[in-house]
């Protein structure tokens, strides 16, 4: 992986970022994705897919919009092998997106979860939400 500021966004962040184009969530995955190393794990994708697939997003964006997505996704993150004994998380499905940011080296968590950033960092990773990951980035953190 390259010398850029590797960074994992949540399920949340990256559905928000589909939906509302020129949404905090939106801009802070563009930035990552035109200047850091993006960092994902086949659970995290999975989820992504899971969760699109659900008819409830038909009525936002179609579904050829959202397979797309998912594929821009895979396509720009590197997939790493989260280690399977992270047990942090008050929510044990947050787990996951911890071990995918420890594994893979990340400076940046991105989600909007309360559950993830009430930790504010894990294992070298700092925790945020995506207005301070730009805020962070505009100033020449990542």
Do not use: H
């Not at 990256?14 to 930035?31: P, V, W």
């Amino acid at each position: 992986m390259s010398d850029k500021a590797r960074v994992v966004f949540d399920t949340n962040v990256l559905i928000s970022a589909l939906l509302i184009k020129d949404s905090t969530s939106y801009r802070a995955f563009a930035a990552a994705e035109q200047s850091c190393a993006l960092v994902t794990s086949t659970e995290l994708l999975a989820e992504l897919a899971k969760v699109l697939e659900r008819q409830k997003f038909d009525r936002y964006i179609d579904r050829w919009t959202r397979l797309r997505f998912i594929a821009r996704v895979q396509a720009a993150a590197a997939a790493i092998v989260p280690d399977p004994d992270v047990r942090v998380a008050r929510d044990p499905k947050d787990d996951v997106v911890l071990a995918t940011a420890k594994a893979g080296q990340a400076a940046y968590l991105v989600t909007g979860d309360d559950d993830l950033l009430s930790l504010a960092s894990f294992a070298g990773t700092a925790i945020v939400r995506p207005a301070d990951f730009l805020r962070q980035f505009a100033e020449g953190a990542a």
